[in-house]
């Protein structure tokens, strides 16, 4: 348990060092985001007035007011991803009738009679033009979230402090209209609160909110009564919010999620500091090839060895030992044009005809007339260079990329009828003597079968021995000695 917490330990301060120029966790800056945006707001308001004709002292909410359209527009500053201050301004108009003293069919003024004397109370209305300033605090319920939500819809509350400005005038509600009484210019204070929401469509939102103003004034309807309440008024409004800038808009990202992607971040850091995917050796997070075979020999960055810098590497590089700057096939075999075993790095007749038998170099090496006494250059004891097949541990199956060697020998054999090839297994020092000798025995034997079966080159010129481990080519690269040589009989 306590080395494993060590690990983790070690894991967390090592990706924290990889990541300080990269990745800063916790929350971001206020630049990360866009903070302003400005709006405009339709709707309709209603005065909560208390001009009554009788004894009444409360205010009749929809009795005596009448709804009238409004218009506005805000400035919004976000000041945290939940909490902004917005300046907004309204224009509307406040309206009501003494409905408790006019007849509701004929609109006239109701009659009444007192000792049998005919009269009747003359019927009021009002009117006033009403403009509103505030500046207030939103608060973004949307955001106090740790889980899922919706992250296109809100619920936002404000609180503020305001003014607003009327100019009420009472006259007679009848067809003869008479001015009985005014307010004058009066511009007083009141504190807006509202509850609303708000819906997201790319850098705009839009919104619904009903707004309330607690006045501290009787007198908005020009008619103060004892013990009456304030003339208070609410809105109720439909808007549309556009946000300046290219980022995202600070207001609609939760800052948990924030934190809750740097953990997850952080976790995947930690895992691929502790995987070994491709099972190199080399963790996850400083490995530049997590997909090298398993097996294969690789440097400190988690790519496989190439030894002879001809880009494949070693694992799949049919011969690991070319000359530097050779061109060399898929299968890392260097390029043999003429095709007659050696490649055109060390080729000093790269054009030999098909078949030839040739030395080290390249060079073509002659045969007598009769092309089997060898008198022009073989000598009876002289070799030809003929490629080597190379195998792997405990194999003894001539591999594809080798077949091209194999055509090469064949070519040899059919141009030059009277050649014998010698077929020599050999082995790593791998096991012991006795079973490396039946294994190179083995190897012969498969590469003889192959030009038989492949080729039809007569099994009597196919003479096979097998060395074992005895004479191996390399004394530290076993797989430099886990092959077949041809030797010219």
Known sequence: MKKQLLVIVFSLLTVLKLNAQQTTYGLPKGNTYDRWSVGVSVGVSHLLADLLGGDSTKNRILEQGEFQPGFGAQVHYQVSHSIGLRARGMISKFTGRDVDYVDTITGEPVFFYTNGSRGKITAQKFETPMAEGALEMTYNFGNISFLNRNKKFHFVTSLGLGFFNYDTKVTTDSARSVLLRKTGSQTQIMIPMSLGFKYKISKVDIGMSFDYRKTFTDDVDATVKVLSEFDDYFMINVGVNYTFGKK??????????????????????????????????????????????????????????????????????????????AKVDANGMEIDTDADGVADSRDLEPNTKPGSLVNFQGIEIPLGKDGADGSSGLNGTGTGFLPSVFFDLGSTAVKPLYHDRMLVIAKIMKNNPAVKIKIIGNTDVLGDEKSNAKLGQRRAESVRKHLISQYGIDEARLIVETKGETEPMASKLNTMNRRVDFVVE
């Open 248 to 325: 995202k808009a600070m207001e609609w990202v939760n800052p948990m999620e924030i934190v809750y992607n740097d953990l997850a971040d952080m976790k995947e850091k930690v895992d691929i500091m502790s995987g070994d995917k491709d099972k190199d050796g080399v963790s996850d997070l400083f490995d530049k090839d997590n997909s090298t075979v398993e097996g294969a020999k690789v440097y400190g960055d988690g790519t496989a060895v190439d030894t002879d810098g001809d880009g494949i590497p070693d694992v799949k590089d049919g011969d690991p030992f070319t000359i530097k700057g």
